[in-house]
């Protein structure tokens, strides 16, 4: 009988940390249960309330301009150049030199030497993005090639400067031309440049080349909050077309460039 009587009082103390255990679960499962049913009631009241002002609020109905319209891809050259070598020296051209880009300037390289310099302040870190996206073009559609390169990089444009070549001297214009964005247009010689304005305005301007400058002819403005475009030919009166929808207005802005 003695024996037994440590037996007997071991499994009466299992037994109450059994029920102690249990009891403890069970406070805990009720603790997790009201903790979980506060934060859902917490979580539901401001949600609601974030829909409202949502739905209410008239600023929710202003878009970024990258999501409301985008202009369409448009294929330019990037014809870089780098073509020539010891054997074009005596015949320098756009398309034969390397274009070699610092914080100082340009340097046409030709034959292992520098042709031609043209001095500019870029900023250290536009370097890289200048040297991938300037490209030769013929602005001025005269059959010669000019050098356009990015100088301003802005969230929606980009300003490019524009340097002009002389075939008679066979160097490039130290005076540049800008232009955001610009796309050239062989077929018409013209030279447009779409650009974005705000979130909810976006525009086009359409140039020619005269003899001694490039002129604005016309200037295309829509307005994606009114659903306008209007169009401001150069010493003209504006004209503004409404348009039913945002889809709509954006059509009509794309074929302006198509």
Known sequence: MHRLLPILCCLMLVGCGEKSSSSDSQAERTTTSSTTTTVSSTTIAPRTTTTTATTTT?????????TRYTFPTTEISLEQGGKGGQEHAEDPQPLYFRYRFSADG?????????????????????????AENYYLADFNFDEHLDLAVPTLFGVQNTQYSVYLWNPDTQKYLADAVTF?????????????????????????DVYVQNETA?????????????????????????????????????????????
């Open 180 to 204: 955001l964005n610009p796309i050239v247009r062989t077929e018409s010689q013209q030279i447009l440049c779409p650009y974005h304005d705000s979130a909810t305005k976006s525009g086009i």
């Open 214 to 258: 490039f002129t604005k002819i016309i200037g295309y403005v829509a307005d994606f909050e009114t659903l306008t475009l209007t169009k401001t030919p150069s010493g003209a009166l504006a004209e503004t077309e409404s348009f039913a929808s945002i889809e709509a207005l954006s059509d009509a802005l794309s074929q302006l460039l198509a």
């Open 106 to 130: 340009i340097a046409m390289r030709l034959a292992g030497g520098t042709y031609q310099f043209l001095p500019y302040a870029f900023a250290d870190a536009d370097l890289e993005r200048v």
């Open 58 to 66: 008239p600023e929710s109905t202003t878009t970024a301009i990258s």
